[in-house]
C-alpha cells in the first residue's frame, strides 16, 4: 500500500465527490429524458390510434425499450391502457356507425381487433386453459377444448 499524506487523501476524496455529484447530475438527466420520451411516445400513441411500432419510430425509441418502460413504470403501463381504450372506443364506434348506416362491406378486420383486444368488455372467445405453473393464461383454439371434454365412455 503507497502511503498517502493528508494533502493526497483531501484530493482522491475531494475528486471522488466530484465523481458522486456527477453522476447524480447523469442520472437526473437520463431520468428528465427518459420522462421527456415517455410522453412523446404517449402522444405518438394516440395519434397512430396505439400502433407501437409507428409510434416508437416517431419518437426515436425501440420497441424494446417502449416494452420495458411500460413494464418497469405503472402510470405509463395505465396511460398506455388509456390510449387503448381509445381505440377500442374508435371501434366500437365505427362498427355501430356501420351497422346503423347499413353500409355494405365486411366489418371482418374490426370484429377481429375487438375480439382480440376488447376482451375485458366481453369480446372474443373467454374458453381459456392455464397450461402454466405460473398463471399465465394463453388461449386455446377451440378443437383443443373439445379434446378436453370427457366422451361418454368416460
Known sequence: MIPMDGTLQMEIRRDMSKLVDNSTHLKKEEQERTRIGK????????????????????????????????EEDEEFRRKVGE???????????ELLSRIQKKEPGSNTLIMYELNNRG??????????????????????PSWVLEKQKPTKEE
Open 83 to 93: 390510449v387503448m381504450n381509445l381505440r377500442l372506443d374508435f371501434l366500437e364506434n
Open 119 to 140: 376482451r375485458e368488455r366481453g369480446y372474443g372467445d373467454d374458453r381459456r386453459i392455464d397450461i402454466t405453473s405460473k398463471g399465465n393464461e394463453l388461449l386455446a
Open 39 to 70: 410522453a412523446a411516445v404517449l402522444e405518438a400513441l394516440e395519434k397512430t390510434m396505439g400502433i407501437v411500432t409507428t409510434s416508437c419510430k416517431a419518437v426515436g425509441i425501440s420497441r424494446t425499450i417502449f416494452y420495458r418502460w411500460k
